[in-house]
Nanobody, 127 residues
Framework: QVQLMESGGGSVQPGGSLQLACEVS????????MGWFRQVPGKERERIAG????????TYDESVKNRFTISLDMAKKTVYLQMNSLKSEDTGMYYC????????????????????WGQGTQVTVSS
């Protein structure tokens, strides 16, 4: 089990940028999954970005591809989500999640099995 602490949320205008950070306490699995999930009111939480801690391969939901980037600083045990060209529909609660891959080596939406969750950080995109 790990503890996850997100930071970096806030309010920004459309077209702006934010960077979220997730500090990991405890043992970070090698070839595990780290990712960011998003929840908007009235909808289920969805995985928007995933990273395999062994291969460092990344996958993204189509809604954020080419705008968001997930990365890992293993020395700091911190996972980042760089969000550029933000849109109003990106508004929501963002959660850092640790999990395992159902299929070895990939942490895409079908393979990411969530385990531990952070408390979430709110992102609001509005003019």
């Amino acid at each position: 089990q790990v503890q996850l602490m997100e930071s970096g949320g806030g309010s920004v205008q459309p077209g702006g940028s934010l960077q979220l950070a997730c500090e990991v306490s405890g043992h970070m699995k090698i070839y595990g999954c780290m990712g960011w999930f998003r929840q908007v009111p009235g909808k289920e939480r969805e995985r928007i970005a995933g990273l395999n801690t062994g291969t460092l391969g990344t996958t993204y939901d189509e809604s954020v591809k080419n705008r968001f980037t997930i990365s890992l600083d293993m020395a700091k045990k911190t996972v980042y989500l760089q969000m550029n060209s933000l849109k109003s529909e990106d508004t929501g609660m963002y959660y850092c999640v640790s999990g395992r891959p159902v299929v070895f080596g990939t942490c895409d939406a079908k393979s990411f099995s969530p385990g531990d969750w952070g408390q979430g950080t709110q992102v609001t995109v509005s003019s």
